[in-house]
């Protein structure tokens, strides 16, 4: 079996309930994340975590802002997350390890997976370098949300030669019928759609 990690994408405050663009279960996710972390603490090498990171007003971060117009929810989003603003810090629940490997996306672009952003720390490595670098073969994906950036990031980390798992019961989706479309594109390109229940 090769070595894992665990990629926690983008549990915010902006995210959470009561943020700018949250997600029903959000503060569920946190929390869960968490008590996982902590109980499967041994069984990942490395752990990842995301952040959406975005530049303020009048940047439209590549037209992901919604500007004069309402937003779509599917490409156009209400401003979330801007840079060392509180809804873009962690949601207060989520506790990481203190080697947690942290990346920053959607800085001026309108990035969705973790694979396009940057690894804090770095000169700006990609995290598909970083995880080969630590021997990573496999990533388990959880966070928010499950129909968007999570769905990318399995995706991605599929594309770039992981065997990649998305544990649903520690995500949670903006919508379900794009919850539906994106589970099957996952499928299709051979994510697994799993949970968090410990391995036989």
């Known amino acids: 079996m090769g070595t894992r990690a ?6 915010q405050n902006d995210f959470c309930e009561g943020g700018a663009l949250a997600v029903t279960g959000g503060g569920a996710v946190a929390r869960g994340v968490s008590r996982y972390v902590e109980q499967q603490a041994d069984r990942y090498a490395v752990v990842v975590a995301t952040r959406d990171w ?3 007003l009048p940047d439209t971060n590549d037209g992901h802002f919604a500007v004069g117009a309402e937003p779509d929810y599917v490409s156009t989003w209400p401003v979330h997350c801007v840079a060392d603003t509180p809804g873009a810090a962690y ?12 990346v920053r996306k ?3 672009r309108q990035d969705y997976s973790g694979f ?5 720390g770095t000169d700006d490595a990609p995290l598909a370098d970083v995880l080969t670098a630590a021997g990573v073969t496999d990533v388990d994906v ?3 949300a499950t129909d968007h950036c999570v769905a990318a990031t399995a995706s991605d980390a599929r594309a770039a030669g992981f065997g990649a798992s998305v544990l649903l019961d520690l995500t949670a989706a903006v919508a379900a019928p794009t919850t ?6 996952l499928a299709q390109a051979g994510v697994g759609l ?3 229940a410990p391995p036989d």
């Open 6 to 11: 665990l990629i926690v994408v983008d549990v």
């Open 54 to 56: 975005h530049a303020p």
């Open 91 to 102: 949601h207060p629940d989520l506790e990481l390890p203190e080697r947690t490997v942290h």
């Open 106 to 108: 959607g800085q001026g």
């Open 116 to 120: 396009e952003g940057q690894v804090v």
């Open 142 to 144: 959880v966070g928010l």
């Open 180 to 185: 539906l479309r994106a589970v099957a594109r």
């Open 194 to 196: 799993t949970t968090s």
